[in-house]
């Protein structure tokens, strides 16, 4: 085995740096271009024993501007391939997982952060989510489920956003929940 080596991707958190949001005094000072601050992506690490085989730690959604900035990680040989063998995702968080190439990706929103509407403008696919399976689907009342309906319609515009549990449908999610389900999504529509 060669000696590791680790390329820093990024080091920035959720949204990279400056922040696309925020105007304080250090991001301020990088949306001025200030050559005092340095611009990141999403924090990311590409690990290697051989110069040839790369590990991603984490695939954020900056991963396609991550690997256009590090020759080490373009494609090098033959019309298709890459000297990307492997990703580890040391989490579940959309941060981690949104520059994997995949169209949707189940989001609990209801259990963790960042809400819909934010993790949609973090993600180039589609969210499967708004409904909390653990509680409001399972045990209901029908008027709390068609609530959640609307408000990930609402959250999204209803764009990019398919209806679901942030996980499973439980076996035991009465009929009445899922019809509420329907009926909100028709009502919207």
């Known amino acids: 085995m060669g000696r590791l080596?680790?390329?820093v991707?990024?080091?920035?958190?959720?949204?990279?740096?400056?922040?696309?949001?925020?105007?304080c005094g250090?991001?301020?000072?990088?949306?001025?271009?200030?050559?005092?601050v340095a611009r990141s992506t999403q924090a990311s690490l590409a690990v290697t024993t051989d110069e040839r085989n790369f590990i991603l730690l984490n695939a954020s959604p900056d991963l396609r501007e991550q690997?256009?900035?590090?020759?080490?990680?373009?494609?090098?040989?033959g019309v298709r391939g890459s000297p990307i063998a492997a990703v580890v995702l040391t989490g579940a968080e959309i941060d981690q997982t949104a520059g994997l190439p995949v169209h949707a990706v189940n989001w609990h929103d209801r259990l963790t952060a960042p809400r819909l509407g934010e993790a949609l403008r973090r993600f180039t696919g589609?969210?499967?989510?708004?409904?909390?399976?653990?509680r409001t689907l399972?045990?209901?009342?029908?008027?709390?489920?068609?609530?959640?309906?609307?408000?990930?319609?609402?959250q999204t515009g209803?764009?990019?956003?398919?209806?679901?549990?942030?996980?499973?449908?439980?076996?035991?999610?009465p009929d009445?929940?899922?019809?509420?389900?329907?009926?909100?999504?028709?009502?919207?529509?």
């Open 5 to 7: 080596t680790a390329i």
């Open 9 to 23: 991707l990024g080091a920035a958190g959720g949204g990279g740096f400056p922040q696309w949001n925020c105007r």
């Open 26 to 36: 250090v991001c301020r000072l990088a949306w001025e271009g200030d050559p005092r």
């Open 67 to 77: 690997i256009a900035s590090t020759p080490a990680l373009q494609p090098r040989d």
């Open 126 to 134: 589609a969210l499967v989510g708004g409904l909390g399976e653990s």
């Open 138 to 154: 399972l045990h209901g009342p029908p008027e709390a489920v068609a609530a959640e309906v609307r408000d990930a319609l609402v």
């Open 158 to 173: 209803g764009l990019g956003i398919m209806i679901g549990p942030g996980c499973v449908l439980p076996l035991a999610t």
């Open 176 to 189: 009445a929940h899922l019809a509420a389900v329907v009926a909100a999504v028709k009502t919207a529509a």
